[in-house]
């Protein structure tokens, strides 16, 4: 089984639809990342958190809130969602250290129409 | 703001050549920086990671190296083989901050 888990692996929805993508971690990590990945424009930080019930802002939080009620998981929201928030959306995790890696899962494929 | 940039965006050589990556940073008041592996439908893999007080990091036929006062690094893959075709990125986390900055990457194919 995968360290990193996140479901769906893909989904197509409308705009306007509420949506939750879920990642669950088996690493035992306390750092969980949310990014997103556009053609031509890199990863791009949403949130991450570094505990329980801690929440952060990455560089382009707008449009999306998250939740941590857990250790090992952490879930991304989209309120209502808009065409432009079409991409590829990776959880990743990281152990405590400065110097310890991420490690990512096999990411959500979004499209919104 | 720091900024990172991967050139070539493409890049394809015959198997059996080694090749080396790069990778510039903009602000040289790094934390350390990660070169990542990223095959299609997939996630990224972690290859190696430099911390900011390190010259290289070694991995089988990998080799990364920094330098900061240059705002470069380079990912050195010896004898490439045709699994070794995949997206390349590099990530630098800024010094004082938890985040990291993703390059966009260098798409690799080896021909077999």
Redesign the interface.
């Known amino acids: 089984d995968a360290d990193?888990t996140q479901t769906p692996r893909n989904r197509i929805t409308k705009t306007g639809k509420r949506i939750m993508l879920e990642c669950s971690q088996t690493k035992g990590h306390d750092?969980m990342y949310w990014?997103r990945q556009d053609p031509?424009?890199?990863?791009?930080?949403i949130y991450?958190s570094?505990d329980v019930k801690d929440i952060?802002k990455?560089?382009i939080s707008d449009g999306y809130s998250v939740s941590r009620q857990a250790q090992a998981k952490f879930s991304l929201s989209l309120e209502s969602a808009i065409p432009n928030q079409t991409a590829l959306y990776?959880c990743?995790t990281r152990g405590q250290g400065?110097?310890q890696?991420?490690?990512?899962?096999?990411?959500t494929r979004l499209s919104i129409l | 703001k720091q900024e990172v940039t991967q050139i070539p965006a493409a890049l394809s050589v015959p198997e059996g050549e080694n090749l080396v990556l790069n990778c510039s940073f903009t602000d040289s008041a790094i934390y350390n920086l990660q070169w990542f592996r990223q095959d299609p439908g997939k996630g990224l893999t972690s290859l190696l990671l430099i911390q900011s007080s390190q010259r290289e990091q070694t991995s089988g036929r990998l080799n990364a190296s920094l330098d900061k006062s240059s705002g470069r690094s380079t990912l050195y893959i010896a004898a490439s083989q045709p699994g070794d075709s995949a997206t390349y990125l590099c990530a630098v986390r800024a010094a004082g901050t938890y985040k990291y900055i993703f390059g966009t990457g260098t798409r690799l194919k080896v021909l077999a």
């Open positions: 990193v750092r990014y031509g424009l890199g990863l791009r930080l991450y570094f952060n990455g560089e990776f990743a400065g110097n890696p991420q490690h990512f899962g096999d990411g």
